[in-house]
């Protein structure tokens, strides 16, 4: 079956947290490309305009910033902002993310280590609180967060990226849980290797990172045809009514075949895949490890 898949413009709004990184700029300008009107979520004023600046000159679009301490009742001045536009807003996708500090936990400063949780699992969660309320309020929206590497197998030297990308996809679960029947959706991807800073940083700090972890983002930023076909693809259909039904799951742009997902949306809101499960010995065969 043919999977269609329509994104609302016009008069609607998007909202990109972490709008000036990599991935946050390509979302950005595809959404304005499509007539999406946007407001874009950053802590850094200047690139923040810099990026509507960009995007006004090439897209006919309404675009709105709004430049974030992350600190505090950050989200009341956010939900303040919104207020006369909220019941516009369709969607929200977040970016944001940090991948320091980088090598062994040991060599890691206390400081440093809660830092990355603040970035990469504690902000992303609070704002999807508030663009929840919203779309509760509304009857339906969409909500994508993105996952990282680690957060589905461990990641060593990245242990402090990777517990708090692991948190952010139980908090996907646990959230989608208590979403059920408003209309609301939430959902994690998983967007692959992309030759984006925190691959540089990688390179940068080689020795911290290890030799694995370097080639990898060695390979990723030597790649001259990256394309962000397949993440596109997938933002595209989880922010469309094509993806009612489907909340709660850690889906992977280049591995998932989620095309096919709307035809067995029983089976997946019955069972638990495309979650982050235990691994029993039964699970594997063996008969020694379980009552």
């Known amino acids: 079956m043919a999977l269609t898949v329509t994104i609302q413009s016009g008069g609607s709004f998007g909202v990109i947290s972490g ?12 959404y304005a490309a499509l007539g999406v009107n946007l407001i874009l979520i950053g802590r850094s004023a ?15 679009i309404s675009i709105q910033i709004s430049e974030l301490q992350f600190d505090g009742d950050f989200t009341q001045d956010l939900i303040r902002e919104l207020t006369p536009i ?3 807003i369709d969607f929200f996708i977040n970016t944001i993310g940090n991948q320091n500090p980088i090598g062994p936990m040991l060599n890691c400063s206390d400081s440093s280590w809660r830092m990355s949780f603040e970035s990469n699992l504690i902000v992303p969660a609070l704002l999807a609180k508030l663009f929840a309320g919203i779309f509760k309020t509304n009857g339906s929206g969409s909500i994508v967060l993105t996952s990282g590497g680690g957060a589905t197998n461990p990641r060593e030297n ?9 948190g952010l996809v139980r908090f996907v679960e646990t959230f989608a849980l208590e979403l059920s029947g408003t209309g609301v959706r939430i959902n994690a991807i998983s ?13 940068e700090n080689s020795n911290a990172a290890g030799d694995s972890e370097t080639m990898k983002a060695e390979a990723s930023l030597a790649e001259s045809k990256w394309s962000p076909f397949k993440t596109l693809e997938l ?10 039904g489907i909340s709660g799951k850690i889906i992977s742009a280049d591995w998932d075949n989620w095309h096919e997902w709307p035809e067995h949306i029983e089976q997946l809101q019955q069972s638990d895949l495309y979650t982050l499960r235990r691994i029993t010995g039964r699970d594997r065969n063996q008969t020694w490890g379980d009552i």
Do not use: N
């Open 19 to 30: 709008a000036t990184g990599f991935l946050g700029g390509v979302l950005a300008h595809h």
């Open 46 to 60: 200047e690139r923040l305009e810099m990026l509507k600046s960009s995007l006004e000159k090439s897209y006919k």
């Open 191 to 203: 967007p692959g290797v992309m030759p984006s800073t925190m691959m540089k940083e990688v390179v």
């Open 235 to 244: 933002m595209d259909f989880l922010i469309s009514t094509a993806s009612d």
């Open 158 to 166: 990245f242990s402090s990226y990777a517990s708090a990308k692991s």
């Open 86 to 88: 909220s019941g516009q």
